[in-house]
C-alpha cells in the first residue's frame, strides 16, 4: 500500500502537509491503513466524536499523519470519531513520513481543561475546570463522578458561556476551602452551583457557615456536616467526591426543610440524593 492507493492523499516520498475536508466515508477508507498502531480507547473516540458532532471541532495544526508507504501513523482515534460522528471534519493531513517518526508521537503532555482556563485567563483556572467538569458529568445523569461520562474541553467551554455564574462558584469554593480546609474545592464549587439553581439566597448563607460555623445552635445541619468532615480528615479517612457531595445534600437539604441533624450517615453503595 502507498498513498497513491489512499484517495485524497498526494503521492509523495517527502513529507508534505494538506488541508483535506475528511469526510465519513473517506476516513473508513483511510482507517484500512492503519496496520501498525496503538489499541484504540473507545472513550477518546466518543468524546471526539461529541465534539465534531456539535460543531465544536476546529482546524489545529494536529495532523492525521501517513508514512510515505502509506501507513497511518497518526489519528486513527480522529478518523474514528469522523465516522462515529457521521461529520465532514477539515483536518490537516501530513503524508511522507518516514515509519519510525511513529515512535515519537503523542509524548506530548495533553492540555487540560484547567490549562485552557488559564490561557483564558480565567481566574481561579483549575479549581474552575474541576467544577466544569463536575457540573457537566451531573446534568448527565453521572450524579457520584464515576467518570462515565466526562467532558471535554470545548464542551467545558460551552457549559461556561452558557453558565457564566459557575465563575462565582469556583470563587466560593476556593474562598470556603480557605476558611474551613476540610472539603475539596471541586466539591464546594459544585455543590454551591447545585444548590444556587434552587436558591441563591439560602446558598450564600450556607456556604459562609460551611466556612465558619458562626452563631450556630446545636444540632444545626452545618455543624453535624463540619464536625463528620473533620473527624473523618483527623482520622485520616480517604473520602471519595462522592461521598462528600453527599453530605453536602444532605446537610443542604436538612437546612431547607428545617430539620435538625446530630450525625450525617451515608451507607455505602446507597444513591445519591438529590437537593431540594
Known amino acids: 500500500m502507498n498513498t497513491q492507493s489512499l484517495p485524497s492523499l498526494p503521492v509523495t516520498d517527502e513529507p508534505t502537509a494538506v488541508v483535506i475536508d475528511v469526510t465519513p466515508e473517506l476516513a473508513r477508507v483511510w482507517l484500512r491503513a492503519n496496520t501498525r498502531n496503538r489499541k484504540t480507547r473507545d472513550r477518546a473516540v466518543t468524546e471526539y ?16 499523519k501517513f508514512s510515505h508507504d502509506g501507513s497511518l501513523l497518526d489519528g486513527q482515534h480522529r478518523l474514528r470519531a469522523v465516522v462515529e460522528s457521521d461529520t465532514t471534519v477539515q483536518m490537516l493531513v501530513v503524508v511522507g513520513l518516514p515509519a519510525e517518526a511513529q ?42 463522578f464515576s467518570g462515565s461520562y466526562s467532558a471535554t474541553n470545548r464542551e467545558c467551554a460551552q457549559l461556561l458561556a452558557e453558565q457564566p455564574n459557575i465563575r462565582r462558584s469556583a470563587e466560593i469554593a476556593v474562598r470556603t476551602r480557605h476558611a474551613f480546609p476540610h472539603i475539596p474545592q471541586s466539591v464546594l464549587g459544585t455543590a454551591h452551583h447545585l444548590f444556587s439553581r434552587l436558591d441563591a439566597e439560602t446558598t450564600a448563607w450556607f456556604f459562609e457557615r460551611i466556612g465558619d460555623g458562626a452563631s450556630l445552635p446545636l444540632g ?3 455543624l453535624a456536616l463540619r464536625a463528620r468532615v473533620t473527624s473523618e480528615r483527623l482520622d485520616s479517612v480517604r473520602m471519595s467526591e462522592a461521598r462528600h457531595m453527599a453530605y453536602r445534600i444532605r446537610t443542604w437539604n436538612a437546612v431547607r426543610e428545617g430539620r435538625s441533624l446530630d450525625r450525617l450517615v451515608q451507607p455505602p453503595n446507597s444513591p445519591m440524593p438529590l437537593p431540594k
Open 220 to 222: 444545626h445541619p452545618v
Open 103 to 144: 515512535e515519537t508521537m503523542d509524548t506530548g503532555r495533553k492540555r487540560t481543561t484547567g490549562d485552557v482556563m488559564g490561557l483564558r485567563g480565567e481566574a481561579n483556572a483549575h479549581t474552575l475546570a474541576a467544577v466544569l467538569r463536575r457540573v457537566y458529568a451531573w446534568d448527565q445523569g453521572d450524579k457520584k
Open 49 to 64: 466524536a461529541r465534539d465534531m458532532a456539535a460543531g465544536h471541532w476546529n482546524l489545529n495544526g494536529e495532523a492525521i
